[in-house]
């Protein structure tokens, strides 16, 4: 079984930085996708960013795009999400998600409980 754990949110002022972390437990992190994605109150989730099993293929939202960095460390099992220039419209938890297949139309299978973001003006 495969378990996602999300920290890293918090309360910022609007132009700060978090970095949020994805640690996951069970088998054959490597070979999953990660995607990050968020929920504000009252909308839709949203994807955010996803990278592929080796870190060579990343896609963003267009609302994130030269902000937020996504990164993965498979030695650790960990995927992080380092968020920069953050706006009050960020606020949202976050989820992490796992993977199966090409990145543009992964199938995501697991998911974290999520982590609270939320941004000042």
């Known amino acids: 079984q495969v378990q996602l754990v999300e920290s890293g949110g918090g309360l910022v002022q609007a132009g700060g930085s978090l970095r949020l972390s994805c640690a996951v437990s069970?088998?054959?992190?490597?070979?999953?996708?990660m995607g990050w994605f968020r929920q504000a109150p009252g909308k839709e989730r949203e994807f955010v960013s996803a990278i592929n099993w080796s870190g060579g293929d990343i896609r963003y939202a267009a609302s994130v795009k030269g902000r937020f960095i996504i990164s993965r460390d498979n030695a650790k099992n960990t995927v992080y999400l380092q968020m920069t220039s953050l706006k009050p419209e960020d606020t949202a938890v976050y989820y992490c998600?796992?993977?199966?297949?090409?990145?543009?139309?992964?199938?995501?299978?697991?998911w974290g409980q999520g982590t609270q973001v939320s941004v000042s003006s």
């Open positions: 069970g088998r054959s992190f490597s070979s999953y996708a």
């Open positions: 998600a796992a993977g199966t297949g090409d990145i543009a139309v992964v199938q995501y299978d697991y």
